[in-house]
T-cell receptor, first 111, second 115 residues
Framework: DGGITQSPKYLFRKEGQNVTLSCEQN?????MYWYRQDPGQGLRLIYY???????QKGDIAEGYSVSREKKESFPLTVTSAQKNPTAFYLC??????????FGPGTRLTVT | AQKVTQAQTEISVVEKEDVTLDCVYE???????LFWYKQPPSGELVFLIR??????QNEISGRYSWNFQKSTSSFNFTITASQVVDSAVYFC????????????FGKGTRLSVIA
């Protein structure tokens, strides 16, 4: 089946540790996106990539890093520099000019 | 700068009632897209509709309908004869047209349909 997968669904880390969230798509979409959602809030853009080996910062990129070495994959690393990393992280992908499709999300808890 | 406002934070209705979710947007672009997404308790966002700024026709899909009015910068969503399965958070979003551009989301409206 075509779609977007994110793993794991739940992730727990100790403060000070970097953690990488996985996002894979088999929809042959050029663009991929990472959003963060906090309780009662809308989604805020962290990073996006319109093509392999290229990506742009979103509104809240500080403390995060990404890579786009393959069309299918867009992993997000939450670094220890991110002050409030506990959140729900959603990955999405799209074809040029079309709607974005979202993965199931990863809930990250940092204590 | 683009902005989407969903003034209704939470709405509760009794099953079979009609309900309208409001969405007001701001953009300087003349060409743009508007979207509605549904987020059920599982968390995954489900795409409902995309509307091009040049197309002001209202759209109906089953119990769902959308009213797009450029004059008031609004893109409202109505659910007719609501059902318990409609309970979710609904997001309105906006993007530039023509490319793979990110979405700007409203803060969402939590709809609770009570049996």
């Amino acid at each position: 089946d075509g779609g977007i997968t994110q793993s794991p669904k739940y992730l727990f880390r100790k403060e000070g540790q970097n953690v990488t969230l996985s996002c894979e798509q088999n929809l042959n979409h050029d663009a991929m996106y990472w959003y963060r959602q906090d309780p009662g809030q809308g989604l805020r853009l962290i990073y996006y990539s319109q093509i392999v080996n290229d990506f742009q910062k979103g509104d809240i990129a500080e403390g995060y890093s990404v890579s786009r070495e393959k069309k299918e994959s867009f992993p997000l690393t939450v670094t220890s520099a991110q002050k409030n990393p506990t959140a729900f992280y959603l990955c999405a992908s799209s074809r040029r000019g079309y709607e974005q499709y979202f993965g199931p999300g990863t809930r990250l808890t940092v204590t | 700068a683009q902005k989407v406002t969903q003034a209704q934070t939470e709405i509760s209705v009794v099953e079979k009632e009609d309900v309208t979710l409001d969405c007001v947007y701001e953009t300087r672009d003349t060409t743009y897209y508007l979207f509605w997404y549904k987020q059920p308790p599982s968390g995954e966002l489900v795409f409902l509709i995309r509307r091009n700024s040049f197309d002001e026709q209202n759209e109906i899909s089953g119990r769902y309908s959308w009213n797009f009015q450029k004059s008031t910068s609004s893109f409202n969503f109505t659910i007719t004869a609501s059902q318990v399965v409609d309970s979710a958070v609904y997001f309105c979003a906006l993007s530039e047209a023509g490319g793979n551009t990110p979405l700007v989301f409203g803060k969402g409206t939590r709809l609770s349909v009570i049996a």
